[in-house]
């Protein structure tokens, strides 16, 4: 052994010896100095090991913020370099359309036609933004939090369930109660579908087909849409209505007959302002070939995910179909989600409010209470219906442009959020309000092109939820036209940096809590309080002003 460790201290010694500096003699040592060498020469090669790796690491740094840096400056000269090609392109072709664009853009300018659809929104390729966010593990553990939050509350609900009664309660009654009469609801939804794929299509095949020949063209126009009002009107409107409230149907299975009804009438819209200006862009172009659309794009179009209508959209090549049922997935737990914030955070807070004074102290506890359950429901209603419902069927038809939604989280302005947040109904509202407003009075008013998209977007809602609750109280309307009016103009698109999001933030949080409280505290109310023979003024003044019980 002291043989051995002679040999060991002997090797030590030539190794210490070796990593002298170039130029360094070698010394003879005794046994004792070398040991004493080669542990301090040790903790020497350790801090400079530590400080090697310290200066890779900023090199490392210093790397990747310079990849950045030049990757955004590749990105932004390839996209230069493509809007100048595309600059040029037009510019070469510009000698040989030039007398027909100046025409078509002479007419749209003065008035005398419409803007022909290609001059409309562009579908491109593109995914939605969530499922590109989601390949980032910091964003997804967004979303895995939402998933514990429903796991606590399912806990949580079983848990005082078994309290409360001595067992599980697994009976999900309000789910049960909200979609009842669930037939009523499809047979209903047959109807609407197979009258707006079979009416409007044929009326216009009957318009267009006669239209070059007629010799009263203005007449045909008056007639045929006559006929198209009057379906709309009567087949698509008070129908469906008339079915909700004659078989006293409950809020869901409401929501999804009214919702379809809208839908299914701006869509009718779209196909028939489209193709109308098409016609009649051809009649003016004189080319005697009209473009009349086939029946299998128009039934495409009241699947596809959008309200602008299109004789074709971009196409992926494949359906992912594990994809399709991921999302079906996500629409089901979001309904659970749903269902668990309603049981443990509102029928709580609500069921005995009518039993309380009414006071301004009631009233605002009332609305801070309610901003967490009114904001989760903004977040299920978003993320089940604008991605993953709109996602699923633009899966399963191979529709190819996902951009439901932008980033309206973000906003700095409500004009922003406004724009961001849905944009399916903005593209509709832009092009078939807010633009044939400005057709219709040759580019003036502006402002009043506004007040009418925002008008009738709040109409809308409010008639949504009046049918649906079976009461009416316009709190939303008055929210949409006096608050969000004035929070468009005053929070307005220069408004930039994050306290202007905080500040949107906030707005948006107190709206949801006065939303769900009033709409809550109406709706225990209308059930508590009803009324035999209401006139048309108890119709319209709240139930919850005046209902009081007595315990």
Not at 82 to 95: G, Q, R
Not at 181 to 187: E, Y
């Amino acid at each position: 052994m002291a043989s051995g460790t002679r040999v060991t201290v002997k090797g030590r010694r030539i190794f210490v010896a070796k990593s002298v500096d170039e130029g360094g003699t070698r010394s003879s040592e005794g046994p004792d100095d070398g040991s004493v060498r080669s542990m301090s020469n040790g903790s020497i090669d350790a801090e400079q090991v530590i400080s090697k790796k310290m200066q890779l690491k900023q090199k490392a740094e210093q790397m990747k913020t310079d990849l950045l840096k030049q990757f955004d400056f590749q990105f932004n000269h390839f996209v230069d370099n493509l809007i100048d090609e595309s600059t040029i392109l037009d510019s070469t072709f510009s000698p040989l359309l030039s007398a027909s664009v100046i025409k078509e853009q002479t007419a749209v300018a003065h008035g005398l036609t419409r803007a022909p659809p290609e001059k409309g929104k562009h579908f491109i390729s593109r995914r939605s933004l969530l499922d590109e966010l989601f390949q980032v593990n910091h964003i997804r553990t967004i979303y895995h939090m939402f998933i514990a939050l429903l796991i606590l509350f399912i806990v949580s609900t079983l848990v005082m369930d078994f309290i409360d009664e001595g067992r599980l309660v697994l009976d999900f009654d309000l789910l049960v109660y909200a979609f009842g009469r669930f037939p009523i609801v499809i047979s209903t939804w047959l109807c609407m579908f197979l009258s707006t794929l079979l009416i409007p299509y044929g009326l216009f095949l009957q318009w267009a087909s006669g239209y070059q020949a007629s010799k009263h063209k203005v007449l045909r126009i008056v007639f045929f849409g006559a006929l198209f009002l009057i379906f709309q009107m009567v087949g698509l409107w008070a129908a469906p209505v008339y079915t909700v409230i004659h078989f006293c149907l409950p809020p869901a299975s409401r929501f999804i007959i009214i919702l379809e009804q809208v839908r299914l009438m701006m869509k009718a819209h779209s196909f028939i302002r489209e193709n109308v200006s098409r016609v009649l862009s051809d009649k003016e172009k004189n080319s005697g070939i009209q473009q009349i659309p086939q029946f299998s794009h128009y039934l495409y179009f009241l699947f596809a995910p959008t309200l602008i209508y299109r004789d074709s959209y971009p196409r992926n090549p494949t359906i992912r179909w594990s994809y399709v049922a991921t999302k079906f997935a996500q629409v089901l737990g979001c309904l659970f989600y749903a269902y668990y914030i309603f049981v443990r955070l509102c029928i709580p807070l609500f069921r005995n409010i009518s039993r309380e004074p009414f006071s301004l102290k009631v009233l605002v506890l009332c609305i801070f209470n309610s901003i967490l359950p009114g904001v989760l429901v903004l977040f299920l209603a978003f993320f089940a219906f604008l991605h993953c419902w709109l996602n699923a069927f633009a899966e399963m038809l191979q529709f190819a442009d996902r951009m439901f939604y932008k980033d309206w989280w973000n906003s700095t302005s409500f004009a922003n959020y406004y724009r961001t947040w849905n944009v399916v109904v903005h593209d509709w509202l832009y092009y078939y309000a807010y633009k044939d407003f400005l057709w219709l009075f040759t580019h003036r008013f502006r402002a009043a092109a506004m007040l009418s998209v925002f008008t009738v977007s709040a109409v809308v809602h409010e008639y949504v939820l009046a049918i649906c609750f079976g009461f009416f109280y316009p709190v939303l309307f008055c929210l949409f036209m006096c608050f969000g009016m004035a929070f468009n103009f005053v929070l307005h698109d220069r408004r930039k940096g994050p306290v202007w999001n905080v500040i949107m933030w906030t707005s948006l949080f107190l709206g949801q809590g006065m939303l769900v409280c009033l709409y809550s505290q109406e709706w225990y109310a209308q059930q508590h309080c009803p009324l035999t023979n209401p006139s048309f003024l108890d119709l319209l003044k709240p139930r919850s002003w005046t209902c009081r019980l007595h315990s």
